[in-house]
């Protein structure tokens, strides 16, 4: 079974082949990934109507490339799957508009992809990894610790109240000067910076459900950054140094309680896994992998080029739904909101003493 996964949420226009082995285990065909940061990087972060309109030029390329490189013809895949949110609603369309079409035209069955549920479903794209698993989904419009019971069916045991942690690391960035987008540049000046020069909170620690709050490190961020203006190399380095190590804490604080919330109302969970582009921070990934260790649990953490957005994931996602039958009309719609917890099958576990 031959999958083409399209995406195009974001700032990527992104188009992958994917095969399922028949031992039920996927290979990578091709996995095409075109940023637009460099169109990006002069406003400070994505601009919409730029986006939508790079990903009508692109995208057409991009699935020529990705077929190209699996060596097939469009007739010869079994499947096309796109993006259908949640995301930018002029991207979106785009990518959704293409997917349907190339489906019309080569008569195969759409899977209509939500995104989030694509990083969710990742990590058993790479690992032999069964149902259900704890899941910590980080990028940068999302933060959400979920339980991933199976293919449709998520608990969301926690996620962000207010900034997402890839926006806060985005967010930090643009504060201190650093280019777009922030994540790698915040992790870049924090390997040479003092991670205990500013004593930045560590909001929602110790909180018994699983939330995440990050506005208020944030504005903790800017008040140090505007009492030492103007911020020298090393301000710049400690500050990000003391904002990461805020977020790990808080970032292992929430997903231990996830992790007892998940034990008490799902059962064992197989794995920890972390997914999105946010985990594709080494100190993240350090910090998780010392928690599961603890915990006795594998880390499943994909390569960095899996967690940032790429069309590999949308393509296993629809696969993972077409084997199981599972398709969408060519009427779907886009959804430029689209919460895993508005899927079908999926309940809120009850929180704090609710257990
Ligand atoms: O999953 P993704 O590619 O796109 C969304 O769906 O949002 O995630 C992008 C986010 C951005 O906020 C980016 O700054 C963050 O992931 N990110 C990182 C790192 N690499 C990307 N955050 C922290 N450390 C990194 N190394
Ligand atoms: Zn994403």
């Given at each position: ?92 369309i ?42 910590l ?14 293919v ?25 000067g ?32 699983a ?22 190399r ?14 790990l ?25 972390v ?40 393509a296993?996602?629809g696969?993972e ?35």
């Amino acid at each position: 079974m031959i999958v083409l996964g399209i995406e195009t949420t974001c700032d990527e226009t992104a188009a992958a082949v994917v095969r399922l082995r028949p031992g039920g285990r996927p290979e990578i065909l091709s996995n095409c990934i075109l940023s637009q940061i460099e169109e990006h990087a002069p406003y400070g972060g994505v601009v919409p109507e730029i986006a939508a309109r790079a990903h009508v030029v692109a995208l057409d390329g991009q699935i020529a490339a990705a077929l190209k490189q699996a060596g097939l013809r469009l007739d010869q895949v079994d499947g096309i799957a796109a993006a259908a949110g949640p995301g930018l609603i002029g991207g979106v369309i785009v990518g959704l508009t293409a997917g349907k079409t190339l489906a019309l035209a080569a008569q195969k069955p759409f899977i209509a992809v939500n995104h989030l549920e694509a990083h969710a479903l990742s990590a058993r794209m790479v690992e032999d990894l069964a149902f259900p698993y704890l899941l910590l989904l980080a990028s940068g419009g999302h933060s959400q610790l979920l339980a991933v019971r199976s293919v449709n069916d998520y608990w969301r045991l926690g996620g962000t109240i207010d900034d997402a942690l890839g926006e806060a690391f985005d967010k930090t960035a643009k504060m201190l000067g650093l280019p777009y987008p922030g994540g790698p540049a915040v992790e870049r000046e924090a390997e040479m910076g003092n991670p205990e020069r500013f004593a930045f909170p560590r909001p929602m620690l110790g909180r018994k459900n699983a939330d995440f709050s990050l506005s208020g490190l944030k504005t903790a961020v800017r008040i140090e950054a505007e009492k030492n203006a103007p911020l020298r190399r090393m301000d710049i380095a400690d500050l990000c140094a003391s904002f990461q190590a805020a977020i790990l804490d808080v970032v292992v604080d929430r997903t231990r309680v996830a992790l007892s919330m998940f034990r008490t109302g799902v059962g064992q969970p197989n794995a920890l896994v972390v997914a999105g582009g946010v985990a594709a921070n080494k100190s993240i990934r350090r910090s998780l992998e010392r928690l599961a260790h603890e915990s006795g649990l594998p880390l499943v953490a994909p390569p960095p080029v899996l967690c940032t957005d790429n069309g590999a994931m949308i393509a296993w996602a629809g696969l993972e739904r077409l084997r199981l039958g599972q398709a969408d009309r060519l009427d779907a719609p886009p959804r430029p909101r689209w919460p895993l917890s508005s899927k079908r099958g999926l309940q809120s576990l009850p929180q704090e003493g609710g257990l």
